[in-house]
C-alpha cells in the first residue's frame, strides 16, 4: 500500500517537519483551541504541493469528491469523524439528504463509487441516507450502476414552503455535493428549518480563491508564529486582478504587472533561502471555473504572447489570481504526484497522491490522465514516529501533511466566516 | 491479522447479529441521544462472553489496562477518540498526569508497553503527558525499562492542598489507571481545581460488581425494546447476598437459596430457546477482587462440597453476586476465547481476544496462562458488512460486540451517576 515516494529532500522542508514533529502536542492544543472559537466545515480535501523547500496548499474543496480513493482502512475513523460531527450539528438527527454534483452524476462512474462511500460512512454514523436530484428535470426516481456493480437510487426533490425532502423522506440535514459552480439553485434557498451543509456561501459561485488565500494567509501567520518560522514555508504569495479582458490589447495590463511584482518577490525569497530554482506564478481565473484556464509564467514578458492562447483556454475568465507557483517535487515510481487530504469535521480520515505521469513539475495534475495513489497513511496509520530522522518516514511525512490540510481546513472556516452573508444577524 | 474463530453458530446469536444489522442507524442514533444525558467513562474495556445463543458482558474495567494488545492499525482512531474526549471535558489541557497501577508498573513488564501505548495516544491527541507514582514512598524519579527498549519515567507526586502535580508540571487532567482496590488514597481526594478522570467512586474500593449489572439491566432492556428482542439474550440474570461468612456453617445459607432460584430461572430461559446445556452460576466476590474466589456452581447442592474450598479461595470475601454463567464457545484455534471490546469516550477503538489454552467453557480466562489475539477489527475494519450472511462475516461479528461493549459503558455511565457522592450538589 505504500507508494514508492522519491521526495527531493532539501533542508527547509525536513527543518519544517522535525519542527512540526517537536511541536506536535503544542500543534494539537493549538487546533483545538481554534475549533473552540471557529467552526471547521463539515467535510474538506485539501491539495498540497511539496517542493521539498516549501509546502503548501493550492486548492481547498468544500464539496470533495474522490472518497472512495481513500483506503478501506481509513473508514473506521471517516466513520468516526461523521459520528462526532453530527453529534455537534443535530444529534437526533434521523435522516440525511445527500444532494449529489448533477453532472458528475449522470456521466462519471468513479462518482458514483465515490458516493457510495459517503452513504456507507453516514449510514454507519446512524444515519438513513438518501440521494436528491440537484437537476430539477428528474421527476422519477432513477437507478444508477456503479462500477462495482452495485445501485444508488437517485430520487426526484420535494420542495415545500419551508423544507426540503423526498417522498416519504423529511431529512434533518441536507449534505450537498455539487460545488454549485453554476450560482446557488433555487431549491436550496430559505431553508431554515434544516441543516444545510456547507452553507450555500461556500459554493464556487460566490467563493473567491483569492479569498480563502486570504484567510490562509492570516491562519499561515498565526501557525508559524506558535513554531517560530517563517510563513512563507507554508503560505503561497499571491495577487489579484479584477475585471480581466483576455480579448483587447491592454486586458493583461494588470495581470502583467502583479506577475512581474509577483516574480521579484518570490526570487527575493529563494536567494533568502539559497533556492537554485527559476520561480514561476500561475495565473488562473479566481472563481471555482477550476482546471481552465491555468496557466503557468515563469517571465512577465511571456504574457504577450500567452494572450492569444489565453484568450482560448481562459475565455469568459473576468477575475484573476496570480498565484506564486509551488512546483511538486514528489513522485510516485516516476510521474509526478501531490497529496490530496480528507477530512471531515476537525479531523484527518485519510488522503491519496494524485498522480499524472504528462504533467511537469510547474503543472496541475488535475484532469484527464490522472490517476490515484491511496497515501499510506493506513499502513503508517498516519501517526508521527517521534525519533525517526526528519525526511525518512513516510509517518511524519503523512503528519506533517495532515497539520497543513488542517491550516487549509481552518483558513476555509475564517474564510465562510468572513463571507457569510447572515453573519451580521448573528451578533 | 484475523484470528481463526470457531463460534457456535446457533440461532439466537444469527438471529440477534441479523437484527442488530438491520438496525444499525437506529441503533448508532440511540446512543448518540443517550449520550446527549449521559457522560461516557473516559475510558474502558469490557469482556464479553458469546455462547452462541446468548451474549453478554461479564466485566466492565473502568482502569483498562493492556491497551499494547490492541493492533497498531487501531491507533489512529484511538487518538481521534481521544482528540473528542479531551475537547469536551478540557480544550484548554496542555498537561496530563497519568498515574499507573502502583503494583503492575513495578513488576509487569507488559503494562509498561500499555503505559507506553496510552502515553502515545495522548501525546498524539495533543497532551503533554507524564508519569506520577501513586506509591508514595517513591519520593526519586524512576526510569522503567519497557520490553521493546523504551525508557518511561515514573516521578514522585507533589501535592499541594488543591492540587497534585509533579516537579515543573501542574496538569489540568490527571488520569488513574490504578483500580484503586485497596481503596481511595487520600492523595487524590479534594482536587477540587482539576479533572480527575475516572472519578474515585469508580474505583474497586467502591464499586459494586452487583451495582453495575443492575443498570447493565436497565439499559439491556431499554435496548431490546429498541430491538423488540428479548433482553434475556444479552443480559446475564444475577442475586447478591450481603454478609457471607464462608467459615461458618450456615454461612452459606443465601448463596445456596440464590444458587438454586438462579439455576431455575436459567432453566426455564434454556427451556424457552431449546437450548440443551446445562446452565451453571458463577459465585464471586460483589466488590473488585477480581480473580480471586470465582466459584463455578452446576447444582445448589455442590456449595456445601465448596465450602472448604471456597474458604481457601474466598478468603475475606463478604459480599458475593451470584450471576448466570454464560459459556464461551468462541475458540481461537483450540483454545477458548473471550472478545474484550476497548472503547475511549464514546468510540470502540479496538479489541482483542483473551484465550487460555487450559481453561474450560464455563471457566473464567483472566489469570495465568492466559494469553491475547487482536481482535480483526483493523482487517475488518470493525464495521459491518451489510448484505453479508450473518455468522459469516468477521466485521459483523465485531460489530455486534462493539455494541455490547457500548451497553456496558453505558451502564457504566448510569451506575456512576446513581454511585456520586456528590451527585445532589448537582441538582
Not at 475513523?77 to 460531527?85: F, I, K, R
Not at 440535514?173 to 450555500?200: R, S
Request: charged content about 25%; some cysteine.
Amino acid at each position: 500500500m505504500v507508494p514508492h515516494l522519491v521526495t527531493a529532500l532539501t533542508g527547509p522542508i525536513n527543518e519544517l517537519e522535525a519542527r512540526i514533529l517537536d511541536s506536535l502536542p503544542a500543534i494539537e492544543r493549538w487546533f483545538r483551541l481554534e475549533w473552540m472559537e471557529h467552526t471547521p466545515p463539515f467535510y474538506c480535501a485539501v491539495d498540497l504541493r511539496n517542493s521539498g523547500f516549501k509546502l503548501a496548499p493550492v486548492d481547498t474543496s468544500l464539496y470533495p469528491t474522490a472518497f472512495n480513493h481513500l483506503t478501506p482502512e481509513m473508514l473506521p475513523l471517516a466513520v468516526q469523524a461523521a459520528m462526532a460531527a453530527i453529534e455537534k450539528i443535530c444529534p437526533e438527527a434521523k435522516n440525511l439528504l445527500l444532494l449529489p454534483d448533477s453532472a458528475l452524476v449522470q456521466r462519471n462512474p468513479f462518482y458514483l463509487g465515490h458516493l457510495q462511500r459517503l452513504v456507507r460512512i453516514f449510514s454507519q454514523a446512524g444515519l438513513n441516507v438518501r440521494l436528491g436530484a440537484l437537476d430539477l428535470r428528474i421527476d422519477q426516481p432513477q437507478t444508477l450502476r456503479a462500477p462495482d456493480g452495485g445501485e444508488l437510487l437517485l430520487e426526484p426533490l420535494l420542495r415545500t414552503p419551508r423544507r426540503l425532502g423526498l417522498k416519504d423522506f423529511d431529512p434533518c440535514t441536507i449534505l450537498v455535493n455539487d460545488d454549485l459552480v453554476a450560482g446557488t439553485p433555487a431549491v436550496l434557498e430559505n431553508l431554515h428549518e434544516q441543516y444545510l451543509l456547507p452553507p450555500l456561501h461556500a459554493g464556487w459561485g460566490l467563493r473567491r480563491k483569492s479569498r480563502h488565500f486570504q484567510s490562509y494567509e492570516d491562519v499561515a501567520k498565526k501557525f508559524a508564529k506558535l513554531l517560530g518560522m517563517d510563513p512563507w514555508l507554508i503560505n503561497p504569495m499571491y495577487a489579484t486582478c479584477g475585471e480581466v479582458d483576455f480579448s483587447s490589447p491592454g486586458g493583461l495590463d494588470c495581470v502583467q504587472a502583479n506577475v512581474d511584482a509577483l516574480l521579484t518577490k518570490i526570487r527575493r525569497k529563494y536567494k533568502e533561502y539559497g533556492i537554485n530554482e527559476r520561480p514561476f506564478v500561475v495565473v488562473k481565473s479566481d472563481d471555482g471555473h477550476h482546471g481552465a484556464g491555468i496557466i503557468t509564467v515563469r517571465d512577465a514578458r511571456e504574457l504577450p504572447d500567452l494572450q492569444q492562447r489565453c484568450a482560448d483556454k481562459a475565455a469568459g475568465v473576468t477575475e484573476v489570481i496570480i498565484q506564486e507557483g509551488v512546483a511538486t517535487y514528489e513522485r510516485v515510481h516516476e510521474a509526478m504526484a501531490e497529496p490530496v487530504v480528507y477530512m471531515i469535521d476537525r479531523y484527518v480520515v485519510g488522503g491519496f497522491y494524485r498522480v499524472h505521469a504528462e504533467r511537469g513539475v510547474d503543472e496541475s495534475l488535475s484532469g484527464p490522465g490522472g490517476r490515484f495513489v491511496p497515501l499510506a497513511f493506513a499502513d503508517g496509520h498516519q501517526l508521527p514516529r517521534p525519533g525517526d530522522k526528519p525526511g525518512v518516514s513516510a509517518p511524519n511525512r503523512f503528519y506533517m501533511y495532515g497539520v497543513i490540510g488542517r491550516l487549509a481546513m481552518l483558513a476555509a472556516s475564517y474564510e465562510l466566516e468572513a463571507t457569510d452573508p447572515d453573519a451580521e444577524t448573528y451578533e
